[in-house]
């Protein structure tokens, strides 16, 4: 028996490594709670992008922040914030309760604290700009990677060196204030808001990872990756072909590259994700929270539940 929680001016928010379980037991939370998912996912926003994404869209609940936007446009967490707050203060849904889901860190971060992303990014310096991009072309992505590891390591610990968009973007930022981006933020908790981190061993995590990737090669994962470069006349250097379980089919398409190869690539970096993302949500959330071990995530499927719900009654 899961017991309901009273959320009215509340949000709860689920977080875990890739492949902990969150979809699930938030789906099952919000059928408890006549609750509907918000997820934070900066890869679900895509639309035709369902295998690599590893979207659940048979679920029981209604799912809010998916299928939003084209694959050959762009997103970030600024119209990531602004969307849910509008999903969250619209005037006709004030008796709708809501669940937050998903693993990307910075989605979360701008729900869990406040923060104007307005405010304190005006600025603007064309000639660091200009210097900026032309480090990238002259040394390439690690070398401007390393870059914002010496300069601010909690930014680059949410993004791979691979997506220069975003690193040229932390970056700038950074060298612009001279600051880290967390100081350019006053971190203030939104009032009313609990975080559960999902917690999974390692081992089984990796059992979940390398049988997750497999159902996606049998469902037509490299179909699917044809399918977005054609359709919409993607490059591996597009935002939406960055995510993992996307970008590693590149040397494929190059034919330097087998289906085995690109999965166990897939795997390695899934598991790294997972790493970075655990260090991310134990540093990153301190207060309102409670973190849920989910190894055994079926034998204790009622206990878990439970302690989720009485947490965020």
Not at 8 to 30: R, V, W
Not at 38 to 60: H, N, P, R, V
Not at 289 to 297: E, Y
Request: hydrophobic share 40%; glycine share 4%.
């Amino acid at each position: 028996m899961i017991h309901k929680a009273s959320l009215k001016n509340k949000l709860a928010i689920i977080c875990g490594p890739t492949a902990s379980g969150k979809t699930y037991i938030a789906e099952k939370i919000a059928l408890a709670n006549n609750m509907e998912i918000i997820s934070a996912d900066s890869m679900q926003i895509y639309m035709d992008m369902d295998i690599g994404t590893a979207k659940e869209k048979a679920l029981k609940v209604k799912q809010h922040m998916i299928d939003i936007i084209k694959p050959n446009e762009e997103y970030n967490v600024f119209m990531y914030q602004k969307a849910v707050n509008e999903i969250l203060n619209n005037p006709n849904n004030t008796s709708k309760k809501y669940v937050v889901c998903g693993g990307t860190g910075l989605y979360i971060d701008s729900l869990y604290y406040k923060m104007n992303f307005g405010h304190g990014f005006e600025k603007d310096d064309l000639e660091l700009k200009s210097r900026l991009d032309k480090a990238l072309k002259d040394f390439g992505k690690q070398y401007v990677y390393n870059m914002l590891v010496q300069s601010d390591p909690e930014a680059a610990m949410e993004l791979h060196p691979n997506n220069s968009r975003r690193v040229l973007r932390a970056l700038y930022l950074v060298m612009l204030h001279n600051k880290p981006l967390s100081q350019l933020q006053k971190k203030e908790i939104n009032e009313g808001v609990k975080i559960i981190i999902l917690q999974t061993n390692r081992e089984k995590l990796r059992l979940r990872v390398e049988s997750r990737v497999d159902k996606m090669l049998k469902m037509g994962l490299l179909d699917e990756v044809n399918m977005l470069i054609n359709k919409y006349d993607l490059t591996f250097q597009c935002q939406s072909l960055n995510g993992i379980g996307y970008k590693e089919w590149e040397p494929y398409f190059c034919g330097k590259a087998s289906v085995e190869s690109i999965r166990d690539a897939i795997i390695t970096n899934t598991m790294r994700y997972a790493k970075r993302q655990v260090t991310w949500f134990n540093n990153q959330y301190k207060d309102n929270v409670i973190k849920v071990d989910t190894t055994l995530i079926h034998a204790n499927e009622n206990q878990i539940l439970k302690q989720i719900s009485d947490f965020i009654m």
